[in-house]
């Protein structure tokens, strides 16, 4: 049976998601919604679906089995709300909101309303990054030690100025670490559990915006493990984020979605990179042409539905980074100061 999918925000991203529903068989698009009517009407024609620019029609449209939102971020709990209340299914684009109160409500609304929710967080499902997480959870590296995530990436002026919410604290929620970090954030915690400690410092370096564009943090991990995230849009002309692992038995290391090297006191035998790196330069831009994350997020969150399962990343895991982040916002204000997560 056909699965019916209406698509919310209209601009950047929801070319993406038009794009990655119609590459599976099965699935329809619906309906979009979006305040640009110009930009809604272009995605209708290339994509179909009916166009709407009205929020309240645009939810009884039926058939519509569920919703992806790429609103704004500080949008995604009251449209997720809204569709919940409605029976539809909630994929939403990461952040999966900008607060933890309003990430609680829209957890609640989906439970009570039964309907599956799903924060797309696609490195999730990245070959080499299944590796990783396969070989640190089986203990590969040993105790974990030490955690080092760098995003350092460059946007133009222009990102910000032809979207207007970006970088704003009340739809962005922040800047650099809430819209491009939180992918690396929420490995972190993927890979080496929750962090229950930071400290951190921000700063409005080089962007004419509201929030941070450069962000610094020290994590301590429940483990007992640390961890040091640097995130920025300010750093010219943008470099593949790299993530460092390090345990007692070695270190690995991934570059955008590759494993480049892994360094064990016991090497592996299957230590060979992924062929299917993906084609997205994020250091650089935010269109993210190479669908195939989004698409695999998109197939399992439908599996999901289908066999009343949990999505890869569901609303409880979405929220883990956004609770970090927050209270690196926190620490943020007072620098001398360790905040409690
Ligand atoms: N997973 C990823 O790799 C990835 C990449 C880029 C963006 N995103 C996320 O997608 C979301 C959108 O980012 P973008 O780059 O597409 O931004 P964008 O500015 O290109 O698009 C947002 C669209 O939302 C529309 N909009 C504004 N108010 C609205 C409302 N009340 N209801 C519905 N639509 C409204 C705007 O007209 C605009 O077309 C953000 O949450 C961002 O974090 C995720």
Redesign the pocket.
Known sequence: MAIHIGL???????ETHARAARAIAGVEIAAI????AD?VDRLCREHGGTRYQD?EEFLAHRPMDLVAI????G??AT?GIAAAQRGLHVLT???IDISTERADALIEAADRNRVKLGV?F?DRLKPDICRLKQWVSSGVIGKPILADARVKWYRPPDYYDN?R??GTLSLDGGGALI?QGV?TVDLLLWLFGDVTRVQARTSAALHAIEAEDTAVAILQFASGALGVVQGTTAAYPGYPRRLEVTGSEGTIILEHDRIVAADLRNPLADTNADATRDRNQ?SSS?V?SDFRG?QAVFEDFIQAIQHDRMPVCDGREGRRSLAVIEAIYRAAQKPDRVVDV
């Open positions: 919310i925000g209209g601009g950047n991203i929801t919604y979006g305040t640009n930009k929020f790429g609103s704004p971020s949008l995604h449209q684009e990461k952040p797309i696609q979207s919410w970006r819209n992918h994020s935010p993210v989004h």
